[in-house]
C-alpha cells in the first residue's frame, strides 16, 4: 500500500500543492502542471515511497510540447501479420542480449528497433565499461545484475569473440582523511562479492604514472573494459544465427492490449501479433509499458556528454581512473561522477557528464558541458590535453525515480516482460538481465513446460582484425582473401576485408556509420576524412546502391545526394 | 566602363594587391611585382578573363569524372555557362593529358582539354 | 636486397625525392592507395607548376609529369595499395614492413624519405559542437567526392574556414550548382592566398564573413542548420551574437595537420610550430637517414616547392657520412624549416622557408651570423598564410649562432 497522504504532504511542504498525487497501478502518479522542468523532477524524487511499485511522473511543464518519438520514416507492410513466439522491443545491448537469450530456447524470436540499426542509442553512447559495482547501492537489482553481468563476461568475450580487458578502476580519494573509510569499502564489497585492494599513492602511481590527486585510493580489480557496441552487434548477430529475426527501422507505433494480455504490436512496417513482448525501449521503456497495459515507473532522462582522446593519450594510465564520491544516504548523488576510462581499442574516454533533460533522443553535444568533463576529468590526470581530443558524443540514460532496473515479469499484462530504465550499469548487466528475462518469457510461452532449442551454437566468430594478428596468421588470411591485406581506414588500419565481411554479416546494415561500429573504420583521428569516400564505394560496390544513395546512418542521410554529371550515364 | 579596380591579381601566387585607375586612354596600375600585373589589371578593366577547371563524366567506373580545363583563358562571364556545358560531356575512351574533350567550348575559341591521363586509370582503353 | 632508399608516400614530394634520390642505386616508393599523385589527383583546380615549369597545370597535370618520370626510371619500384605497418631501425638500414592483396612483405632500405602527408583537422577539433549527420564533412573529403567519384554532397552549404581547399571547394561547388551561403573565419583575416579570395569567392560574390565560427551543427541524419556566432580575440564565440543558418551541408576546412605517426614511432623529434619532424638543411631529421619531406614536413602553400624541397632531400640520401648540426635561431617568426644546419655538408646557398608569426605591414627579415648581419630583405606586407622563401648564402662552422629576425619597420620607429 502507499501511503498517498504522506506524498502529498511533502509535495505541499515543498511548494507543490498544486500537484495531483493519486495511486495508480500500485504506484504514485503526480498530475498537474509546474513552472519548470525542475520543478518536475522534484516533484517526482519527492514521490519515491517504500511500497509504492514507482512513480508515474504526468506532471507537465507549462508551454512545454514533448518531442515526438523519433520513427524511421520508412513506412511499409514489410512484417505485417508476423506472430512470433516473443518480440523483443529495442535493439540496444539489453535487446540484444534478451533476444540471443531467447534463442536458447526452442521460440521464434523477433527483435524490432525503431533506428537503422541496432546500437545507436545509449549501448553506442556510453564508456564501455565493465562495472565492479562497488559505488552501488546494496540489495538493488543494480547491484545484483551488474555483478551476475560481471562474471558472465569472461565467458561472454570468448563465445562471442569479443575482446575485453579486465583493467581494473583506479578509485582516487578526493582527501587524504577519506582512506579511514576503507575497511567499509572493503566490507561493502564482500557483502556483494566484489574484491577491492588497498592502494597507496605508489600504488597509484604504478598504474597511472602522474595522478591528479595524490591522496592513494583503491582498486577494484574485478572492472573491465569493451566495446559496448561490438558487443551489442554480436549479440544481435549471434541471436540472427540461431534463427532470431533483427528488424531494423521498425519502430512500435502502439500496443493493443485488453487489460490482461497484449493482443497486437503495430509498427510502421505492420502488425506483430506474439505471444510474449519483451519491453527493452531503453529511454521509451516507460511509453512501451505504458502502451502494454502495466505502466508504474517513469523515465527522466539523464543526459551524458564523453569526449573521446587519441590513441596517443593512452600512455596516460593503464587502468579506469574513478573519484571517490561519498553518497548519502538519501541516495542522492546519481552520478559516479565519472572518469578517465581506458578503451578497449587503445583510445582514452573522459566523462560521461550528468544532466537532467526532457528530451529523450537530442544527442547534440553542447559547448559547455564538453568544458565541463574536459576540466573535471583533467584533475585526475593533469597530462591531458585539448589537442588529444578526437571527437564526442551525447547519450541519454533511462533512468527512473527509483534510480533501478526495472527487471519483471509484469503482474498485470500476462504476456508482459520489461528490462525497463536500464542505465548505468546498464553494459554490464544486461547479459544477466537477459537470463532471467529470456526465462520468464519462455515460461509463459510454454506455460511451465520451457522446451531448450537443441541446435543453439554460442559462437559467433568476429570478424578477422589483420592489423592485431602476428604475422604468419596475417599472412595466411590475405592469401585466402587479398581484401584483407588492402588498408582502406589508415588511421585505425581497418581493411577492406573487414569492411567487406561487417556488410555480409547477420543483422549487417549498409550505412557507413554502421560499418564504423563494426569494424572501426573513421573511429581514428582522422575521423574519416579519407576514409569515407572509400567506405562508401565499397558500400556501394559489394551492396549493389548507387553511390549517391549510400547513406551515414538512416534513410535520409545519404551522404552526397547528387551526381554531379546528372546521373549515371 | 570601369574608372577605378582594386582587385588582387591572379596570376601567380604572389596575390599583389592592385590598384588601376584610368588616367585618359591610359591605365595606370599599382602594387604590381611584376609586369604581368599591369596586363592582369588592365584586362580586369577592359574585358576579364580566367582559365576554367572542373570535371566531365566518362564511362569509366575506375574514373566517373576527369579533370578538364580550358586550354586558356576565357571571358570571366562565360564561366558559368562552360561549368553547365561540362554536364553535358562524355567521354567514352581514354583520353591522354592534353586531348581536346570539346573544341571551341561554348564558342569562345577555347578549347576544354582533359588534364589527368586516363590511359594510367582505366583499363579497358578501347572504351564501349 | 636493398634499396638506397625507402619512399613512403607517392605524392608530389614522395615522387620528387624518389626521382631526385635514383642515381645508380633502386629506390622504392611505397603508396597506400591504388595511384600515385596522393592529393594532387582530386585538385582539379589549376595554379600548379607556376614556378617549377612556367605554366598553370591543374594538379593531375602537375602529377602526371612526376608519375610518368617515375616509371620512366628502371630503378624505382613502386608499391602500390601498399600500407606500412612498422619501421625498424637496424644497424645502418631500416626495415620497413608493408601490408598488400599481395600479403606482407618486408623491405630494406639505407633511407627512409617520410612523405606521408597530412590530414584535415575536423569539425569536432575546432570544437563545434551539436550533432554529427550526413552533410557534415572536411573540405577535402568534399573534394574527393565531387572530383574523384562524381557525386556532391551539398545542396545549400556554408564553409567554415577560409584555408586554400575552403576557398577552392567554394567555387568548385558552385560551379557543380550547390549554394554556398558564405564561407566563416574565426580569425580577423582570412588563411588562403589572396589570389583564392579574388577568383574563388570575389568572383562569384561569395561572402566571406571574418571573425565568425559555427558554433553548432543541427540536424540529426543530415545537417538543417548551423548556428554561426561572433568570437572575441581569442576566438571564443560571443554569447548572444547567435544565427542559425538553415542549410544541407557544413564543409570545414580548419587547418591541415602533418601526419607523422610514424616518424614519431621512430622516436624522430617534431617541431611543436610546424607540427612535422626537426630537420636539417637536407630534411633530415634527428634521426640519422631519415629524411622528412612534403606537407609532413610543414605545410606548404604551393606543390612546387614541394618538390624542390623533396629532391634537395632525395639528392642527399646515403650522400653524407657525419653531420654536426647547430641550430636556426628565429624572433617574430611563425615558424622556420629547415630548424638546424649541417655545418660539415653545406651548400654554397641554403633555402629557407618560414611564416610570419603575425600580419605585417612593411616588414625587413634580417639574418646574423655571431650578432653580425649577413642577409636582409624587405617586405611590403607579410601575411602568416603566405610562407616565404629566401636563398641565404652563409658558410657556418660549429658554434656559430644564425639568427633570422623579422620586424615591422613600425616596430622599429617606436
Known amino acids: 500500500m502507499v501511503d498517498v497522504k504522506k506524498i502529498k504532504k511533502k509535495l505541499v511542504k515543498a511548494g507543490f500543492a498544486d500537484i495531483g498525487v493519486s495511486e495508480f497501478n500500485g504506484g504514485v502518479r503526480l498530475t498537474g502542471e509546474a513552472e519548470r522542468y525542475e520543478d518536475v523532477l522534484e516533484c517526482g524524487t519527492l514521490a519515491v515511497a517504500k511500497g509504492s511499485r514507482g512513480v508515474i511522473n504526468d506532471v507537465k511543464v507549462k508551454g512545454y510540447v514533448p518531442e515526438k518519438m523519433r520513427v524511421s520514416p520508412v513506412s511499409d507492410d514489410k512484417y505485417d501479420g508476423k506472430s512470433p513466439d516473443v518480440l523483443v522491443i529495442g535493439g540496444g545491448i539489453v535487446g540484444a542480449a534478451i533476444a540471443r537469450e531467447l534463442t536458447k530456447y526452442a521460440l521464434s524470436v523477433t527483435l524490432v528497433e525503431k533506428e537503422y540499426d541496432i546500437a545507436t542509442g545509449q549501448s553506442a553512447r556510453n564508456d564501455g565499461m565493465i562495472h565492479a559495482g562497488i559505488d552501488l547501492k546494496p540489495a538493488s537489482n543494480k547491484v545484483k545484475y551488474n555483478c551476475r553481468g560481471n562474471a558472465m563476461y569472461p565467458e561472454l568475450s570468448k563465445e562471442l569473440d569479443v575482446p575485453i580487458e579486465m583493467c581494473g578502476q583506479c578509485v582516487l580519494y578526493t582527501a587524504r582523511w577519506q582512506k579511514i573509510l576503507f575497511p567499509l569499502i572493503k566490507l561493502r564489497g564482500a557483502k556483494n562479492g566484489i574484491p577491492v585492494e588497498k592502494l597507496d599513492n605508489e600504488g597509484v602511481k604504478k598504474l597511472i604514472p602522474s595522478p591528479g590527486i595524490k591522496y592513494g585510493g583503491f582498486m577494484c580489480p574485478s572492472a573491465g573494459i569493451l566495446s559496448p557496441y561490438l558487443m551489442t552487434v554480436a549479440l544481435a548477430e549471434n541471436a540472427a544465427k540461431n534463427g532470431a529475426e533483427i528488424c531494423t527501422d521498425t519502430a512500435v507505433t502502439a500496443i493493443v492490449n485488453d487489460g490482461e494480455k497484449i493482443t497486437a504490436v503495430k509498427t510502421n512496417r505492420g502488425t506483430f501479433y506474439p505471444k510474449v513482448v519483451v519491453n527493452a525501449a531503453g529511454v521509451y521503456s516507460d511509453v512501451i509499458a505504458e502502451w502494454a497495459g502495466d505502466r508504474h515507473f517513469t523515465i527522466h532522462p539523464r543526459r551524458g556528454v564523453e569526449a573521446v582522446l587519441d590513441k596517443k593519450a593512452r600512455k596516460t594510465t593503464s587502468t579506469v581512473i574513478g573519484k571517490f564520491v561519498i553518497k548519502s544516504s538519501t541516495g542522492k548523488g546519481h552520478t559516479k561522477g565519472g572518469g578517465v576510462i581506458v578503451t578497449i581499442d587503445g583510445n582514452l574516454i573522459l566523462g560521461p557528464s550528468a544532466s537532467e533533460t526532457p528530451e529523450r533522443e537530442n544527442e547534440a553535444t553542447t559547448a559547455k558541458e564538453f568544458d565541463e568533463v574536459f576540466e573535471k576529468q583533467k584533475k585526475l590526470a593533469p597530462e591531458l590535453k585539448r589537442s588529444d581530443v578526437i571527437t564526442y558524443f551525447a547519450g541519454t540514460r533511462a533512468a527512473t525515480y527509483e534510480e533501478e532496473f526495472v527487471v519483471e515479469k509484469s503482474p498485470v499484462i500476462k504476456n508482459l516482460v520489461q528490462a525497463a530504465g536500464i542505465q548505468s550499469p546498464g553494459v554490464t548487466a544486461a547479459p544477466a538481465i537477459a537470463k532471467d528475462v529470456a526465462k520468464w518469457a519462455a515460461e509463459i510461452v510454454f506455460d511451465g513446460k520451457v522446451k531448450m532449442n537443441e ?3 554460442p559462437i559467433r566468430k568476429g570478424i578477422p582484425r589483420p592489423a592485431e594478428m602476428e604475422p604468419e596468421a596475417r599472412k595466411k588470411l590475405i592469401e585466402e582473401n587479398p581484401d584483407y591485406g588492402v588498408v582502406v581506414c589508415r588511421c585505425e588500419e581497418v581493411t577492406k576485408g573487414e569492411i567487406v565481411e561487417a556488410l555480409r554479416r ?51 542521410s545519404e551522404i552526397a545526394p547528387r551526381y554531379t554529371k546528372g546521373g549515371d550515364k | 566602363m570601369t574608372e577605378r579596380l582594386e582587385t588582387i591579381c591572379i596570376v601567380c601566387p604572389n596575390g599583389c594587391r592592385l590598384v588601376a585607375e584610368r588616367k585618359g586612354n591610359a591605365i595606370e596600375v599599382r602594387g604590381n611585382k611584376c609586369p604581368r600585373g599591369i596586363a592582369y589589371a588592365e584586362a580586369e578593366m577592359t574585358a576579364p578573363t580566367r582559365s576554367f577547371t572542373g570535371t566531365v563524366a566518362s564511362v569509366f567506373a575506375e574514373m566517373p569524372v576527369v579533370p578538364v580545363r580550358t586550354a586558356g583563358e576565357v571571358p570571366k562571364d562565360k564561366i558559368k555557362e562552360i561549368a553547365a556545358q561540362t554536364r553535358e560531356i562524355l567521354l567514352k575512351r581514354a583520353y591522354a593529358t592534353g586531348e581536346v574533350a570539346e573544341a571551341n567550348i561554348c564558342g569562345t575559341g577555347v578549347d576544354l582539354i582533359v588534364t589527368a591521363d586516363m590511359r594510367k586509370v582505366v583499363g579497358n582503353t578501347e572504351g564501349v | 636486397m636493398r634499396y638506397a632508399a625507402i619512399v613512403i608516400g607517392g605524392g608530389p614530394a614522395g615522387m620528387a625525392a624518389a626521382c631526385a634520390a635514383d642515381g645508380t642505386k633502386k629506390v622504392l616508393i611505397i603508396e597506400r592507395e591504388a595511384r600515385l599523385g596522393g592529393i594532387l589527383k582530386q585538385c582539379v583546380h589549376d595554379g600548379f607548376g607556376v614556378i617549377r615549369f612556367g605554366e598553370k597545370l591543374s594538379g593531375p597535370e602537375y602529377a602526371d609529369r612526376f608519375i610518368d618520370e617515375v616509371y620512366s626510371r628502371k630503378n624505382i619500384d613502386v608499391r602500390t595499395l601498399t600500407f606500412v605497418t612498422g619501421i625498424e631501425k637496424r644497424d645502418g638500414y631500416f626495415v620497413v614492413t608493408t601490408t598488400s592483396g599481395k600479403g606482407i612483405v618486408s623491405y630494406e632500405g639505407e633511407n627512409l624519405i617520410l612523405a606521408c602527408g597530412c590530414r584535415e583537422r575536423t569539425a569536432r577539433q575546432v570544437n563545434i559542437h551539436g550533432t554529427r549527420p550526413a552533410g557534415l564533412m572536411t573540405a577535402g573529403a568534399a573534394q574527393n567526392l565531387v572530383n574523384l567519384q562524381g557525386v556532391n554532397p551539398a545542396g545549400k552549404c556554408v564553409i567554415l574556414g577560409s584555408g586554400d581547399i575552403g576557398l577552392i571547394m567554394a567555387r568548385r561547388l558552385t560551379l557543380e550548382g550547390s549554394t554556398v551561403i558564405g564561407v566563416y573565419e574565426a580569425k580577423s583575416a582570412p588563411s588562403g592566398l589572396s589570389r583564392n579570395l579574388q577568383q574563388c569567392l570575389y568572383d562569384f560574390d561569395i561572402p566571406l564573413h571574418l571573425k565568425k565560427t559555427v558554433t553548432l551543427v543541427h540536424g540529426r541524419d543530415r545537417v538543417e542548420g548551423v548556428t554561426v556566432a561572433d568570437v572575441d580575440d581569442e576566438m571564443r564565440p560571443i554569447a548572444g551574437t547567435e544565427e542559425y543558418i538553415p542549410c544541407d551541408a557544413l564543409i570545414v576546412s580548419v587547418g591541415l595537420i602533418p601526419e607523422n605517426e610514424l616518424a614519431e614511432k621512430l622516436g624522430i623529434i617534431t617541431d611543436p610550430k610546424t607540427k612535422g619532424p626537426i630537420v636539417d638543411q637536407y630534411m633530415m631529421t634527428t634521426l640519422d637517414g631519415v629524411y622528412s ?28 657520412k657525419e653531420r654536426a648540426t647547430i641550430e636556426v635561431g628565429s624572433r617574430g617568426l611563425g615558424y622556420i624549416v629547415p630548424q638546424k644546419v649541417d655545418v660539415l655538408n653545406q651548400e654554397e646557398y641554403t633555402v629557407y622557408y618560414f611564416r610570419t608569426a603575425r600580419e605585417t605591414g612593411k616588414a625587413k627579415l634580417t639574418v646574423t651570423v655571431n650578432g653580425v648581419e649577413i642577409y636582409s630583405k624587405k617586405y611590403s606586407a607579410l601575411r602568416p598564410p603566405e610562407a616565404e622563401r629566401v636563398r641565404i648564402k652563409h658558410s657556418l662552422k660549429a658554434g656559430d649562432e644564425l639568427k633570422f629576425v623579422l620586424e615591422e619597420e613600425d616596430d622599429r620607429k617606436a
Open chain 1, 455 to 457: 541446435n543453439f551454437d
Open chain 3, 293 to 320: 619531406v612534403g606537407n609532413a614536413l610543414h605545410v606548404h602553400d604551393l606543390v612546387d616547392y614541394v618538390s624542390e624541397v623533396a629532391e634537395t632531400a632525395g639528392k642527399d640520401a646515403g650522400r653524407r
Open chain 1, 506 to 556: 547477420p543483422a549487417a546494415v549498409m550505412a557507413v556509420d554502421a560499418v564504423k561500429r563494426r569494424v572501426r573504420a573513421g573511429m581514428g583521428r582522422c575521423q574519416g576524412g579519407f576514409c569515407t569516400p572509400l567506405v562508401m564505394k565499397i558500400i556501394s560496390e559489394e551492396c549493389g546502391i548507387p553511390l549517391n544513395e549510400v547513406r551515414k546512418k538512416g534513410a535520409g
